[in-house]
């Protein structure tokens, strides 16, 4: 920097207008930024790498039986459409709320742990843009890891076994395309309670300023979630724990379409997600920005 | 509002964290510009109030205006013609240097993003700009938070001790830099706990000492409180200390191996040189001491007593071996 101060005088104070980035474009800066993690891509890997093993261990084994305990399972050579229903199954009780907290859990602790909470908020954006960019962004991330996982799985499962019909939970039979259709519909479906599992983890990311403490504590709840549904006695609540509208999405897969499960789910997922979101916001807004 | 209002005016600002009270009703006057050093040891709170006015902390009692500004109320909005850092500017290590400028550019709205080049080659870092942050030395990113800054086109910077952990060219380069800046009529807050640093910039500051400002106001006014000290070297020196106590306006001589020290005004000082001469005594040289800041430093900040903690004189020790580091490099002023 030898020659800073003879450095041709460019006009550094020109004035400039004041006009602040809306929260669409922090959005969309959170997302240029969740592409240049090595974590994002972890994830998402782990949702891409399932499904072809699914697939690779299926072909080469040829154990068809084994993977019969559901009519998905029994299908799995009849039907390439097969593979993505049991990927769901499988997917969706841990592995996608996994891969969901490890981005969701990370989204503001990150900031604190780079010392970059104050760096940002030093801009031109104000706190509730930061933080509504960081919740759209982690749940972005949950659409594409579910979209994705759910794309490789059929895929591969196409590829292997043809796009033909399939036979639905109620035993009626559903042509190809409109399985491929039911498909994308019921992962969208379980996208629901994900994003409560996604608005808890922002939640503890923005609380702890601690990634791993934020992740752990994401896949914490809804072990938790499961423990209490499990214990006897508890019947009542089973309705309205989390854990249990990662199912929502097989009603879809019933002739004639249940939509009880979607709409049942989609408040209670509402009542996880949203006291989550505002208590974040109100932490975001409030917290001492300092350290780093 | 807006250009009317000063830069940074801030009335009673009280920070207390539990049962320790980290800024003390702090009042602090910056004017457009104004290169405005904010000097204390470390712990004395210029960080804590730094980051209050730049909302990242809220005051538990006062009120910071930044332009007329509260960040408290207005958010954003209050940072508008203001950038700046706190402590060491942090950045994403995964990113390179121009990626990091281009998304804080994002941030910044408007034209921010066509000068990202410009900024990097401001600070001499475009060679650079291709490199992730995580490879970047500490003064490399200091440099880079300057860069960042700019993106603003701000009207006041706001500055943490930014030559802190640069080495001896670094801190010169930094300083031009400051300086230039200020040059073109940007106003600076530099909090810094480096007297020769804040000496050679800043035209006013504020002296705080354990949350509190035990100063505001011109550095010339403060040198003058002080009484302006000198350094003697003549052809006798001991001749010279005896010629130097008995005239009057002269105080505080001593003498040592490498001369004599008073303190006097200017006139006073023509009247000593003209009696040396008168008694046969040639001068060597005669010259303003630069320890002028330092001990009006520690007058302001010491002069409750000995009793503080342990870090605060781990800290006075800091400063002071700052000052010598200086004066080792002879800075342009002879001693």
Same mark, same amino acid.
């Given at each position: 920097?030898?020659?800073?101060?003879s450095a041709p005088a460019a006009p550094i104070t020109a004035p400039r207008s004041a006009r602040a980035p809306s929260t669409l474009v922090v959005y969309g800066w959170e997302l240029r930024k969740l592409r240049s993690q090595k974590r994002t891509y972890l994830g998402l890997g782990l949702g891409v790498i399932l499904p072809l093993i699914f697939v690779i261990v299926q072909n080469v084994?040829?154990?068809?039986?084994?993977?019969?305990?559901?009519?998905?399972?029994?299908?799995?050579?009849?039907?390439?459409?097969?593979?993505? +229903?049991?990927?769901?199954?499988?997917?969706?009780?841990?592995?996608?709320?996994?891969?969901?907290?490890?981005?969701?859990?990370?989204?503001?602790?990150?900031?604190?742990?780079?010392?970059?909470?104050?760096?940002?908020?030093?801009?031109? +954006?104000?706190?509730?843009?930061?933080?509504?960019?960081?919740?759209?962004?982690?749940?972005?991330?949950?659409?594409?890891?579910?979209?994705?996982?759910?794309?490789?799985?059929?895929?591969?499962?196409?590829?292997?076994?043809?796009?033909?019909?399939?036979?639905?939970?109620?035993?009626?039979?559903?042509?190809?395309?409109?399985?491929?259709?039911?498909?994308?519909?019921?992962?969208?479906?379980?996208?629901?309670?994900?994003?409560?599992?996604?608005?808890?983890?922002?939640? %503890?990311?923005?609380?702890?300023?601690?990634?791993?403490?934020?992740?752990?504590?994401?896949?914490?709840?809804?072990?938790?979630?499961?423990?209490?549904?499990?214990?006897?006695?508890?019947?009542?609540?089973?309705?309205?724990?989390?854990?249990?509208?990662?199912?929502?999405?097989?009603?879809?897969?019933?002739?004639?379409?249940?939509?009880?499960? +979607?709409?049942?789910?989609?408040?209670?997922?509402?009542?996880?997600?949203?006291?989550?979101?505002?208590?974040?916001?109100?932490?975001?807004?409030?917290?001492?920005?300092?350290?780093? | 509002?807006?250009?009317?209002?000063?830069?940074?005016?801030?009335?009673?600002?009280?920070?207390?964290?539990?049962? +320790?009270?980290?800024?003390?009703?702090?009042?602090?006057?910056?004017?457009?510009?104004?290169?405005?050093?904010?000097?204390?040891?470390?712990?004395?709170?210029?960080?804590?109030?730094?980051?209050?006015?730049?909302?990242?902390?809220?005051?538990?009692?006062?009120?910071?205006?930044?332009?007329?500004?509260?960040?408290?109320?207005?958010?954003?909005?209050?940072?508008?013609?203001?950038?700046?850092?706190?402590?060491?500017?942090?950045?994403?290590?995964?990113?390179?240097?121009?990626?990091?400028?281009?998304?804080?550019?994002?941030?910044?709205?408007?034209?921010?993003?066509?000068?990202?080049?410009?900024? %990097?080659?401001?600070?001499?870092?475009?060679?650079?700009?291709?490199?992730?942050?995580?490879?970047?030395?500490?003064?490399?990113?200091?440099?880079?938070?300057?860069?960042?800054?700019?993106?603003?086109?701000?009207?006041?910077?706001?500055?943490?001790?930014?030559?802190?952990?640069?080495?001896?060219?670094?801190?010169?380069?930094?300083?031009?830099?400051?300086?230039?800046?200020?040059?073109?009529?940007?106003?600076?807050?530099?909090?810094?706990?480096?007297?020769?640093?804040?000496?050679?910039?800043?035209?006013?500051?504020?002296?705080?000492?354990?949350?509190?400002?035990?100063?505001?106001?011109?550095?010339?006014?403060?040198?003058?409180?002080?009484?302006?000290?000198?350094?003697?070297?003549?052809?006798?020196?001991?001749?010279?200390?005896?010629?130097?106590?008995?005239?009057?306006?002269?105080?505080?001589?001593?003498?040592?191996?490498?001369?004599?020290?008073?303190?006097?005004?200017?006139?006073?000082?023509?009247?000593?040189?003209?009696?040396?001469?008168?008694?046969?005594?040639?001068?060597?040289?005669?010259?303003?001491?630069?320890?002028?800041?330092?001990?009006?430093?520690?007058?302001?900040?010491?002069?409750?007593?000995?009793?503080?903690?342990?870090?605060?004189?781990?800290?006075?020790?800091?400063?002071?071996?700052?000052?010598?580091?200086?004066?080792?490099?002879?800075?342009?002023?002879?001693?």
């Amino acid at each position: 920097m030898s020659s800073v101060a003879s450095a041709p005088a460019a006009p550094i104070t020109a004035p400039r207008s004041a006009r602040a980035p809306s929260t669409l474009v922090v959005y969309g800066w959170e997302l240029r930024k969740l592409r240049s993690q090595k974590r994002t891509y972890l994830g998402l890997g782990l949702g891409v790498i399932l499904p072809l093993i699914f697939v690779i261990v299926q072909n080469v084994h040829q154990q068809h039986d084994r993977a019969g305990d559901t009519i998905f399972g029994r299908q799995i050579t009849q039907s390439g459409l097969a593979t993505p +229903v049991l990927m769901l199954l499988f997917e969706s009780v841990f592995f996608l709320p996994l891969i969901a907290s490890l981005v969701a859990g990370d989204i503001v602790a990150a900031e604190d742990g780079n010392g970059t909470l104050k760096t940002i908020l030093t801009r031109s +954006v104000d706190r509730g843009q930061v933080f509504a960019a960081k919740a759209l962004a982690a749940l972005s991330y949950a659409v594409v890891a579910v979209f994705l996982s759910a794309a490789v799985a059929t895929v591969g499962g196409v590829a292997s076994w043809g796009f033909n019909h399939v036979e639905t939970f109620s035993g009626s039979v559903v042509s190809a395309s409109e399985a491929l259709v039911l498909v994308f519909a019921a992962n969208a479906c379980y996208l629901i309670p994900l994003f409560a599992v996604a608005c808890i983890g922002v939640l %503890l990311s923005t609380a702890t300023r601690n990634s791993t403490a934020s992740v752990v504590g994401t896949i914490g709840v809804v072990i938790l979630l499961y423990i209490i549904a499990g214990i006897p006695g508890l019947e009542g609540i089973k309705p309205y724990l989390l854990t249990e509208q990662f199912e929502n999405w097989h009603g879809l897969l019933r002739t004639p379409t249940d939509w009880a499960p +979607v709409t049942h789910s989609l408040w209670v997922s509402a009542l996880y997600a949203v006291p989550s979101l505002i208590a974040g916001y109100l932490v975001f807004l409030r917290r001492d920005v300092a350290g780093g | 509002m807006g250009d009317e209002a000063p830069p940074v005016k801030a009335r009673g600002l009280v920070k207390r964290y539990k049962d +320790v009270l980290a800024v003390d009703h702090i009042d602090l006057n910056v004017r457009t510009g104004d290169v405005y050093g904010f000097l204390g040891p470390n712990g004395a709170g210029k960080t804590t109030t730094l980051r209050m006015a730049l909302g990242l902390i809220a005051p538990t009692e006062g009120t910071v205006e930044l332009f007329g500004r509260d960040p408290m109320r207005s958010g954003a909005r209050a940072l508008e013609g203001v950038a700046g850092f706190v402590e060491a500017p942090r950045f994403y290590p995964y990113m390179t240097g121009r990626k990091n400028l281009e998304l804080l550019a994002a941030l910044d709205g408007d034209d921010a993003g066509k000068r990202v080049e410009e900024v %990097l080659e401001i600070v001499e870092l475009a060679p650079r700009g291709k490199h992730k942050v995580g490879g970047y030395s500490h003064g490399m990113r200091q440099r880079l938070g300057i860069a960042a800054a700019l993106l603003r086109r701000p009207r006041l910077l706001i500055l943490d001790e930014p030559a802190t952990g640069l080495d001896p060219a670094g801190m010169r380069d930094m300083r031009a830099l400051i300086r230039r800046l200020a040059d073109e009529g940007i106003t600076v807050l530099l909090s810094s706990h480096q007297l020769p640093e804040v000496q050679e910039l800043c035209d006013r500051v504020a002296i705080v000492d354990r949350g509190k400002v035990v100063y505001e106001g011109a550095l010339a006014d403060l040198r003058r409180q002080g009484g302006a000290s000198y350094r003697l070297r003549t052809t006798d020196d001991a001749r010279a200390y005896e010629v130097a106590r008995g005239q009057s306006g002269v105080g505080g001589a001593s003498a040592d191996e490498h001369g004599v020290s008073f303190q006097a005004d200017e006139e006073h000082v023509g009247s000593l040189s003209l009696a040396l001469a008168s008694a046969g005594i040639g001068i060597l040289a005669l010259s303003p001491q630069l320890a002028t800041l330092e001990d009006l430093f520690f007058r302001l900040t010491e002069q409750d007593g000995t009793d503080g903690p342990d870090v605060r004189e781990g800290d006075r020790n800091g400063i002071a071996n700052d000052l010598v580091n200086v004066l080792d490099q002879g800075a342009g002023v002879s001693r």
